[in-house]
């Protein structure tokens, strides 16, 4: 199993749809999670943390499910403007590890 | 405030040139981070520094490659001879492990094409 894994997608989404992204990774002992998000040739952003509780901002939902080991990301109400590849992060161990993302086209 | 600042932007070398990328982190930040990202492996972290010290080298592709931090607010990381294979973007980053936080800002990147 990979460490970090997330279905690269594309998802093409019509404007105004719900998305949702999930993203498992591999060891249990991960400490916290994080969901970045890169525009076409450009940097990573930080998007949100994702907590044990769930934590809403706006139109986007994180959610980490420990007993099997995923987290997920939902967008409601999606833009034009949420096209993008959406990066899972896992830290723990010292160790910081990037999905390899989730590609989102959102349609007119 | 000034972000993470990332030199050159683009770089296109030879095979076995020399190729030094630059970091500037954010001021007050003590962890600093090197990615490399391509469209089969994704964003990999090469190597990262806190408080100017090498941390974990472990994703280092090879003797190739190296980096250094001489100071806090100053890395390098250099590839020779550069490779075909090593064409990537490379990103830095960094954070405020002082403040407790995680999260990581990145620079704009290096766009590295060996020729």
């Known amino acids: 199993r990979k460490e970090v894994e997330q279905d690269p997608g594309p998802f093409n989404v019509p404007e105004g749809a719900t998305v949702a992204f999930n993203c498992t990774y591999s060891?249990?002992?991960?400490?916290?999670f994080f969901w970045y998000r890169q525009d076409c040739r450009k940097e990573p952003k930080l998007l949100m943390s994702?907590?044990?509780s769930g934590n809403e901002d706006g139109r986007f939902t994180a959610q980490l499910n420990r007993a099997s080991q995923y987290i997920s990301l939902l967008i409601r109400d999606s833009k034009l403007s949420d096209s993008a590849t959406y990066l899972c992060?896992?830290?723990?161990?010292?160790?910081?590890?990037f999905g390899k993302g989730t590609r989102l086209h959102i349609l007119p | 405030d000034a972000g993470v600042i990332q030199s050159p932007r683009h770089e296109v070398t030879e095979m076995g040139q020399e190729v030094t990328l630059r970091c500037k982190p954010i001021?007050?930040?003590?962890?600093l981070f090197w990615y490399r990202q391509t469209m089969m492996r994704g964003l990999e972290l090469l190597i990262y520094?806190?408080?100017?010290?090498?941390?974990?080298d472990s994703g280092m592709p090879e003797d190739r490659f190296s980096a250094k931090m001489p100071n806090a607010s100053f890395s390098t990381l250099k590839i020779q001879p550069s490779e075909p294979r090593d064409s990537a973007v490379y990103f830095c980053?960094?954070?405020?492990?002082?403040?407790?936080?995680?999260?990581?800002?990145f620079g704009p990147g290096t766009r590295l094409l060996v020729l």
């Open positions: 060891n249990s002992a991960s400490q916290s």
């Open positions: 001021s007050g930040h003590n962890s």
């Open positions: 980053a960094s954070r405020s492990t002082s403040l407790n936080q995680e999260t990581q800002y």
């Open positions: 520094f806190n408080n100017n010290v090498p941390i974990d």
């Open positions: 992060v896992v830290n723990g161990d010292d160790k910081i590890i």
């Open positions: 994702v907590y044990s």
